[in-house]
């Protein structure tokens, strides 16, 4: 089994960015894909950037090329680097870790003021 938990979020202005960490703790040896999702007030929750064990990435198409996903050295951790950030970005954001069945973070908030 795996845990996540996530880290980073906050209130920034339109056009700053952010960075969100995630560390998995666990049968970490067993993860295939990592990555975010994330769920607006209303909205169903949806793809943000998830990056495989190969280190193939994912991108919503909301978020690509203003969002960059990484693992770090120890690959139990992964980045969201979110740039150019817009109101519409404001969301809860939930780390995600897949084995053989997915693992989901508390989620950490991100508020974009215009």
């Known amino acids: 089994q795996v845990q996540v938990a996530e880290s980073g979020g906050g209130l920034v202005q339109a056009g700053g960015s952010l960075r969100l960490s995630c560390v998995a703790s666990?049968?970490?040896?067993?993860?295939?894909?990592m990555g975010w999702y994330r769920q607006a007030p209303g909205k169903q929750r949806e793809l943000a950037a998830v990056?495989?064990?190969?280190?193939?990435?994912t991108y919503g198409t909301s978020v690509a090329g203003r969002f960059t996903v990484s693992r770090g050295a120890g690959r139990n951790t992964v980045y969201l680097q979110m740039n150019s950030l817009k109101p519409e970005d404001t969301a809860v954001y939930y780390c995600?870790?897949?084995?053989?069945?997915?693992?989901w973070g508390q989620g950490t908030q991100v508020t974009v003021s215009s």
């Open positions: 995600w870790a897949f084995t053989t069945t997915p693992s």
């Open positions: 666990g049968s970490i040896s067993g993860i295939n894909i």
């Open positions: 990056i495989s064990r190969e280190n193939r990435t």
